[in-house]
């Protein structure tokens, strides 16, 4: 189905997100294709995440979901995001289902990694509730300089082939937990550029988090997307996430991801592991702290 365009695409004001995993691990190559797939349909999830005021759901993929050519599940979240009203983020998480890459061309070429993207891209560009492209999930070094200039020229060859029609979120550098010293700004696009910042209790510096937070939310955190961040519902981690909140709150950031639906090892999830459809509450409550 095509759809008509809106350009040229502006700035959500506020990402209220989620991530819904299972594409860019070997879900991705069964007819089941997302977690919690046992469960319940995938409207389920859409549905509800709509109902709690989520606007908005991350996908992450791997080169291997690509090239393994089965659409399905990844056409129904299109389908189900214009049905719901929900923007979708697609994000370029692996290379290969087993494991992360060190950087964007560690596994595959500069080539190859622009031609998966353009792939997905011409598959969904007419979808008008395709909003963004994260570009790459974690860069696992610290060389400023070098990774900025790739993700630059992955930019400029991605807005070439199809202008003023995404959002980007662009990377940070150590697992995408330090935007210091990272810039955008010299692109001419650079207001369709959003920092992705990832934090967790384990990425934040023991007992001086705000000191951490200052210094790695880099120089521009009223472009900053919290791209992936959650918490256990441990006495511990209920404290950080109440004090992150109020930072970002402070510092003027709300749109977010939350990392991820259920059965995420880093933060439980928002559903019940045990039945993927009961909502833990307590930990929504918290989550919704951030948009109010």
Known sequence: M????????????????????????DLGKSGCGYICCWANPLEFYVKTLHDLEFNS???????EYVQEGNFSVMDTFFDLALQYDMNITLDFHRTVNSHQPFSPISEISLQDFLEIWYHLIERYESNPKFYAISVFNEYQGSNVEWYTSLIKNILMAIESKFPQRFVYLAGCINWSGNCAEVSYEDLPFADRILYAWHKY??????????????????????KIVLEEWGFKMTEEEILWANQFIAWLKLTGISSNFFWTIAHSGDTGGLFDDGDCTSINWNKYQIIKKLWT
Do not use: C, K, M
């Open 201 to 222: 209790i384990f990425s934040s510096s023991n007992g001086t988090y705000e000191h951490d937070w200052n210094y790695s939310v880099g120089q521009y955190p009223t």
């Open 2 to 25: 095509r759809f008509l365009l809106f350009l040229p695409v502006v700035v959500q004001a506020v990402i209220r997100g989620i991530s819904h995993y299972g594409l860019e691990t």
């Open 57 to 63: 759901i991350r996908i992450p993929f791997s080169a």
